[in-house]
């Protein structure tokens, strides 16, 4: 994608968690063209630190995903809904705070654990 008057940087992949959080949080935007996914760790992670995403509706991957709030999620899987969800939301203002917070509320690890001990308590309780 091009992007007039924008810098527009391809990372590839990054193995070290600091690099990462400190990539997601020196970013703009992450942007996510995946046709399809389940609930993809790279929205999940963008979201804790704060990054609004711009997605795909394809598989899981607007699912995390609050349009306006936490980035936007494309009307389309093709390149020109992508490209038109992204040139909207680079013009958009987003409260870091917000997102990494509401992102936190649903997908923390303490969040998730509680969630898992509820699960296995139900399935072995006898009652």
């Known amino acids: 994608m091009n992007f007039p008057g924008r810098t527009v940087h391809r990372t590839g992949s990054l193995p070290d968690p600091r690099l990462m959080a400190l990539l997601y949080n020196a970013v703009d935007l992450v942007l996510v063209p995946s046709r399809e996914d389940n609930l993809p760790n790279v929205i999940l992670e963008s979201l804790c630190c704060g990054t609004p995403v711009v997605v795909t509706p394809g598989g899981g991957c607007a699912e995390p995903?609050?349009?306006?709030?936490?980035?936007?999620?494309?009307?389309?899987?093709?390149?020109?809904?992508?490209?038109?969800?992204?040139?909207?939301?680079?013009?958009?203002?987003?409260?870091?705070?917000?997102?990494?917070?509401?992102?936190?509320?649903?997908?923390?690890?303490?969040?998730?654990?509680?969630?898992?001990?509820?699960?296995?308590?139900?399935?072995?309780?006898?009652?």
């Open 65 to 127: 995903v609050v349009a306006g709030r936490d980035g936007l999620i494309s009307q389309s899987l093709d390149i020109a809904g992508f490209t038109k969800a992204v040139a909207a939301a680079a013009d958009m203002r987003f409260d870091r705070t917000v997102i990494s917070e509401a992102a936190a509320s649903r997908y923390d690890e303490s969040v998730t654990v509680a969630a898992y001990l509820e699960l296995y308590g139900s399935i072995t309780d006898p009652r």
